[in-house]
Nanobody, 123 residues
Framework: QVQLAESGGGLVQAGDSLRLSCAVS????????MGWFRQFPGKEREFVAA????????YYAESVKGRFTASRDNAKNTVYLQMNSLKPEDTAVYYC????????????????WGQGTQVTVSS
């Protein structure tokens, strides 16, 4: 089993920054690519960002490209999502997830999920 725990969400103003963290415990962290998804009320989870197990490759949704940065520290078993220039439309619950194989942008491919952290951006 793999356990994931997000932290770092909160209430900020438009233009501000937040850094989300996702601490991973259980099986070997470096076996997994890691993804970030977000969910708006009444909607399906949507892909935000992903990072390969080595951290050598990152992928982003068009809506966050240039503003969000995914990174990971395998020594600390932690993955991060740095969110800059936040907009009210970024308001959502953000989830981290662990992926062993499959397309990184498809939520159903992920093997383990955190509980989510709320990010609220006021205008």
């Amino acid at each position: 089993q793999v356990q994931l725990a997000e932290s770092g969400g909160g209430l900020v103003q438009a233009g501000d920054s937040l850094r989300l963290s996702c601490a991973v415990s259980g099986r070997t962290f470096r076996n997994y690519a890691m993804g970030w998804f977000r969910q708006f009320p009444g909607k399906e989870r949507e892909f935000v960002a992903a990072i390969t197990w080595s951290g050598g490759n990152t992928y982003y949704a068009e809506s966050v490209k240039g503003r969000f940065t995914a990174s990971r520290d395998n020594a600390k078993n932690t993955v991060y999502l740095q969110m800059n220039s936040l907009k009210p439309e970024d308001t959502a619950v953000y989830y981290c997830a662990a992926l062993q194989s499959g397309a990184y942008y498809i939520a159903d491919n992920y093997d383990y999920w955190g509980q989510g952290t709320q990010v609220t951006v006021s205008s």
